[in-house]
């Protein structure tokens, strides 16, 4: 069965800095991956996805991330931060031929 | 235009009484999900219903029954409900395929966050 590690509970940046939340998965084929954000009382929006070809994945809001293989992450990034990024942040993977999530914990990010 | 909405947006409701949570998705898309997330914000699978027919039911009590009377719907409904049932509850949907090879992004709907008193 998969699972996800996001390692981060809390991350705070200040404004204007750049961000990586870091996301491990464990699954014995190639994973789909994504990243999704919940912003407070609201639902979970996509950032993001991997599922095939270039590693390196660009998303909405300036996000991006990257599949390392070898490191089995998924780590999500952003040049610069704003304010209104302050969310909680999902890694999710999904395994072929199940069209189910399994999520991680969340890492919440707090901007200064 | 809501892809996926979900009715009530909050549900309050006392020990033992009966509720159910409406979903729709105007997506065209043949997958629908129902989620928990706990008081910890953690995400978990409840079902997975793909045209309109069960296909994953994750130990989830059999106080959950969830009811598709088409591919755009998946209600949930919760009898006798508890203390523990208090969370907020995520439907979900998806493009999927018949024999699930393409594993495209779920769309979320707003979530009801039920408290049971």
């Known amino acids: 069965a998969q699972s996800v590690t996001q390692p981060d509970i809390h991350i705070t940046v200040s404004e204007g800095a750049s961000l990586e939340l870091r996301c491990n998965y464990s699954?014995?084929?190639?994973?789909?991956l994504f990243w999704y954000v919940q912003s407070p009382g609201q639902g979970l929006q996509l950032l993001l996805k991997?599922?095939?070809?270039?590693?390196l994945v660009q998303g909405i809001k300036g996000f991006e991330a990257e599949f390392k293989r070898s490191q089995s992450s998924f780590n999500l990034r952003k040049p610069s931060v704003h304010w209104s990024d302050a969310a909680e942040y999902f890694c999710?993977?999904?395994?072929?031929?199940?069209?189910?999530?399994?999520f991680g914990k969340g890492t919440m990010l707090l901007v200064s | 235009d809501t892809a996926v909405s979900q009715t009530p947006k909050y549900l309050v409701t006392q020990m033992g009484n009966d509720k159910s949570i409406k979903c729709e998705q105007n997506?065209?898309?043949?997958?629908m999900y129902w989620y928990k997330q706990d008081s910890k914000k953690f995400l978990k699978i409840m079902f997975s219903?793909?045209?309109?027919?069960?296909?994953i039911n994750e130990t989830v009590p059999n106080r959950f029954s969830p009811k598709s009377p088409d591919k755009a719907h998946l209600n949930l409904h919760i009898n006798s409900l508890e203390l523990g049932d208090s969370a907020v509850y995520f439907c979900?949907?998806?493009?999927?395929?018949?024999?699930?090879?393409?594993?495209?992004?779920?769309?979320f709907g707003q979530g009801t966050r039920l408290t049971v008193v």
């Open positions: 979900a949907s998806s493009q999927s395929g018949p024999s699930f090879r393409a594993n495209t992004e779920a769309f």
């Open positions: 699954y014995g084929a190639t994973p789909y």
């Open positions: 991997y599922f095939s070809g270039d590693t």
């Open positions: 999710a993977v999904g395994a072929r031929g199940y069209s189910t999530l399994t």
């Open positions: 997506l065209g898309h043949d997958t």
């Open positions: 219903y793909n045209n309109k027919e069960l296909i």
